[in-house]
């Protein structure tokens, strides 16, 4: 006999993330990873900066700067703030603490791939509720909850798709779930969204006892290199985690940088400045080739090709990656005929276009 791992842990594919390299080639512009095209904010880097003199030290157990910062920026109670390393990590702790054996995980067709790892990790059962006109569906996520429904992630907005639901929605969604599931609202997204109808879910955990939200500050703020996320939970949500969580998770250069990037308002409205003008801009010339685009409220869009021929794709992905332009395959999401598209720096977004022209004449039948 050697050792085995539990059930469900063989039948994960290893979360592989977005390329970074072109083969010979220098330079590149990684779009990929949905990672800020304006960097991590200049007060986010100082304070990261000071944080190294404090190296040997451990952590603040509880990330308490953090979570006060956190707490300031949204008018929260810290107490109920859990930070972790990237909202990854807290994405999986909630599956850890809250389902067993044999339960069922909810997710929408084109959610997260970590809800598939974090469920199959714990030996329980994923459950895909099949998407309307790639945006989750309320119906028919309702429609798959069973007696052992234990847990339902909603990413929203989500990603790779760039859909999300109304607020009205996702209380819809809430409503239709027994008290004792808990609705688990990723919002990693949150602060590029600009519609009327959207909220990141403060309120409902505000308001009831079985919902979480979790943001990160890989996106806008631009520190994907030091993971460090959070979420905002119920009291007795953030007890549970707190007690499972490792006791130094956020290293002390992450917490110090996050704290100042959240503080830092101006880059961040610079940021969303940079992507409401960007996202319209890379939708409309690339529909303008002839390519569907959908609509996205996130800071990336989804591009369509078609499924055979000379203009799948594959052969995309290949012509743009000879050219120093790194989207990413949405393949092992279930979508195998499109590339995400990051908004990038306003060179990157313009090298895009035009690759895509040339890829689209050079290929024609």
């Not at 390299?21 to 900066?49: C, D, I, M, W, Y």
């Not at 989750?136 to 907005?157: E, G, Y």
Request: charged share 20%; with cysteine; net charge neutral.
């Amino acid at each position: 006999m050697t050792p085995t791992p539990k059930p469900g842990i063989l039948d994960i594919a290893p979360y592989v993330g977005g390329r970074a390299t072109a083969p010979g080639l220098a330079k590149v512009h990684k779009l990929s990873s949905n990672e800020t095209p304006l960097g991590a904010s200049p007060a986010a880097r100082q304070a990261f900066e000071a944080a190294a003199k404090n190296l040997a030290l451990y952590p603040e157990g509880s990330a308490r700067l953090l979570r006060e910062a956190i707490a300031a920026a949204h008018g929260l109670n810290a107490e109920r703030i859990v930070c972790g390393n990237g909202s990854d990590e807290l994405l999986t702790l909630l599956a850890n603490c809250y389902v067993r054996p044999g339960d069922e995980v909810l997710f929408s067709q084109y959610g997260f791939l970590v809800y598939r790892i974090a469920t199959l990790a714990n030996s329980a059962v994923p459950v895909t509720a099949p998407e309307k006109n790639l945006c989750a569906d309320v119906d028919a996520m309702l429609a798959a909850v069973t007696p052992k429904t234990r847990l339902v992630f909603l990413t929203n907005p989500n990603n790779p798709t760039g859909s999300y639901l109304p607020v009205q929605e996702v209380r819809r969604l809430h409503a239709g779930l027994p008290p004792s599931t808990l609705l688990v609202i990723d919002a990693a997204y949150a602060e590029y969204v600009r519609r009327n109808d959207y909220e990141a879910g403060i309120e409902l955990v505000t308001q009831f006892d079985n919902v979480v939200m979790t943001r990160t500050f890989s996106k806008i703020y631009g520190l994907a290199g030091l993971r460090v996320g959070w979420a905002f939970c119920p009291a007795a949500v953030a007890d549970v985690l707190n007690r499972v969580r490792g006791p130094f998770n956020v290293s002390v250069p992450a917490q110090a940088a996050a704290a100042a990037a959240i503080a830092d308002h101006a880059h961040v409205e610079t940021a969303q400045a940079h992507n409401a003008k960007w996202l319209p801009w890379l939708t409309a010339n690339i529909r303008a080739l002839g390519l569907r685009v959908d609509d996205s409220v996130g800071n990336f869009v989804l591009i369509h090709f078609a499924a055979d021929g000379p203009h799948t794709a594959a052969k995309a992905d290949a012509f743009l990656t000879r050219h120093g332009l790194i989207l990413r395959s949405v393949a092992n999401y279930g979508l195998p005929h499109a590339l995400r598209l990051t908004v990038g720096t306003e060179e990157a977004n313009r090298l895009v276009v035009e690759a895509l022209a040339d890829f689209l004449r050079e290929t024609a039948p």
